[in-house]
């Protein structure tokens, strides 16, 4: 099965098209692999040994010839590009993208692609990534041991095309999952992009209260760099995330703020020691993933 996807195209060679890129290089090396950025984004791609050939111009001649074409661009950037992209993939070729949130990006692509006679798109969207961007940061086993999501409505897609794209994401040594949509943002939106603006919101309450000596920063410990290690993520990153997860974000911290409250009438209480209880449950949880 694996003869099916043997030209990938990556359309952006940042932290994830880039690592994906090093991860095909490092365990698929008989693909050969293309980018397409701009042009300082994927020479330094191509520098880097990720890519065989780097495109920065027009959209087409990298799709050329492509049995899988890999979408790893900001969501309204993808959005905006889907047509095209599916006026030029090749009839034969998997498309599949990486955005952190999927119904937008599924509805449209069930328009532009259908499911016969043509490329043949499922979206995905690897649960890794680090605070900082770029491909300076890519590493070819940013995957291993992440779960990654992959999209549809009903049950797992037969496809050929699709499950040897699955054995290349086992060989990069991620776990895929299968989940609807609106299933995927709503499980994100708590386990992902609610920790980032409450990690915002926390990093940007001490910013504003630092004073002439640093203090409260000068006194802190390793404990608050790890718990604010999301803060280094730029506003770029995720602008487009919180407008397509709007909804589900905006209950989301309704209810966090709820628990706040709860936490603040609990200080003087045993009831504190719950709260405390479940947290540690859950780290243990995410300890044994």
């Known amino acids: 099965m694996a003869h099916l996807l043997q030209r990938a195209t990556i359309l952006g060679t940042g932290l994830i098209g880039g690592s994906f890129a090093l991860a095909l290089r490092k365990y698929t090396p008989d693909m050969h692999i293309v980018g397409w950025d701009h042009a300082e984004v994927v020479l330094e791609a191509r520098k880097g040994g990720a890519i065989d050939k780097a495109y920065f111009e027009s959209l087409e001649p990298a799709l050329h010839g492509a049995d899988l074409i890999y979408i790893a661009l900001p969501i309204g950037v993808t959005l905006d590009l889907l047509p095209e992209i599916a006026r030029h993939a090749p009839s034969h070729a998997l498309v599949t993208d990486a955005s952190s949130t999927k119904l937008r990006i599924a509805n449209a692509a069930a328009e532009l692609f259908p499911q016969q006679n043509g490329p043949f798109f499922v979206g ?57 949509a609106q299933q995927h943002d709503y499980a994100v939106g708590l386990a992902s992009h609610l920790p980032q603006l409450a990690v915002v919101a926390l990093a940007s309450f001490l910013y504003d209260r630092l004073d002439e000596n640093g203090l409260p920063i000068t006194l802190a410990g390793p404990g608050l760099r790890d718990s604010l290690r999301l803060a280094g993520s730029p506003y770029s990153t995720w602008r487009d995330i919180v407008l397509t997860n709007k909804e589900v974000l905006t209950s989301a911290l309704d209810l966090l703020a709820r628990r706040l409250d709860d936490l603040r009438e609990r200080l003087g209480s045993r009831e504190l020691e719950a709260d405390f209880d479940a947290a540690n449950e859950l780290y243990k949880l995410l300890r044994s993933l």
């Open 124 to 180: 995905g969207h690897p649960m890794a990534g680090r605070e900082l961007a770029g491909f300076a940061h890519a590493d070819a086993d940013l995957f291993r041991n992440a779960s990654y999501a992959l999209i549809s409505e009903s049950e797992e897609v037969r496809d050929p095309r699709v499950s040897a794209f699955v054995k290349i994401i086992e060989k990069i040594g991620a776990r895929p999952l299968w989940l609807g």
